[in-house]
Nanobody
Framework: QVQLVESGGGLVQAGESLRLSCAASGLAFSNHAMGWFRQAPGKEREFLAY????????HYIDSVKGRFTISRDNAQNTVFLQMNSLEPEDTAVYYC??????????????????WGQGTRVTVSS
């Protein structure tokens, strides 16, 4: 059974940073691309960032480029999301996601196979 467990969320002020972690189990982690999504209050869940199996390829939505960085440690079965210069608009529940394959096309990034339970991030102004 695949489990993705996020941690690192919390309450911060605008301009501050947070680092989210996602510990994966039940899968051969290095064989799977990973991603991060978020769902803000009253909005649909949206794709944020993607990383392929090795970490050599990443992709971000425009609104977080230059502020957020996705990375992974295959030895620790963990994927990270470093979030800098946080804004109140970043307030959301953040979800870790896993894909079936080593990499996926841009069109497939919005449809992962596995989901974590989410961690809440609140950014105050």
């Amino acid at each position: 059974q695949v489990q993705l467990v996020e941690s690192g969320g919390g309450l911060v002020q605008a301009g501050e940073s947070l680092r989210l972690s996602c510990a994966a189990s039940g899968l051969a982690f290095s064989n799977h691309a990973m991603g991060w999504f978020r769902q803000a209050p009253g909005k649909e869940r949206e794709f944020l960032a993607y990383i392929n199996w090795s970490g050599a390829s990443t992709h971000y939505i425009d609104s977080v480029k230059g502020r957020f960085t996705i990375s992974r440690d295959n030895a620790q079965n963990t994927v990270f999301l470093q979030m800098n210069s946080l804004e109140p608009e970043d307030t959301a529940v953040y979800y870790c996601a896993g894909y079936h394959t080593l990499w996926v096309s841009a069109q497939a990034m919005s449809t992962p196979a596995y989901w974590g339970q989410g961690t809440r991030v609140t950014v105050s102004s």
